[in-house]
């Protein structure tokens, strides 16, 4: 059973920086594509980031402040968020694809807070 497990979220002032790691467990093989999603209250989910192994996708947003990395070997994904805005605050969700079988997998979420 494949579970995806985040950490790294927490309270940070604006212009501040965090980053969220995710690795998956339960499985040996790999996925098609990992990311971050993120849910603000009262908002839909939306794609913060996403790393396939052709390429990468950002959320408009967050374009040129986020980055993420992948290491597809492991199983892991990162997100490193700098110039974090008020705006940014949401749950982040760690998400893996596997297109062979149209299958998403979701971690647990960890809360973002940027507040001063």
């Known amino acids: 059973q494949v579970q995806l497990v985040e950490s790294g979220g927490g309270l940070v002032q604006p212009g501040g920086s965090l980053r969220l790691s995710c690795a998956a467990s339960?499985?040996?093989?790999?996925?098609?594509?990992m990311g971050w999603y993120r849910q603000a209250p009262g908002k839909q989910r939306e794609l913060v980031a996403m790393a396939s192994s052709s390429s990468t996708n950002y959320g408009d947003s967050v374009k040129g402040r986020f980055t993420i990395s992948r290491d597809s070997a492991h199983n892991t994904v990162a997100l490193q968020m700098n110039s974090l805005k008020p705006e940014d605050t949401a749950v982040y969700y760690c998400?893996?694809?596997?297109?062979?079988?149209?299958?998403?997998?979701w971690g647990q979420g960890t809360q973002v807070t940027v507040s001063s």
């Open positions: 339960g499985t040996t093989l790999g996925f098609s594509a």
């Open positions: 998400n893996a694809h596997r297109r062979w079988e149209g299958t998403d997998y």
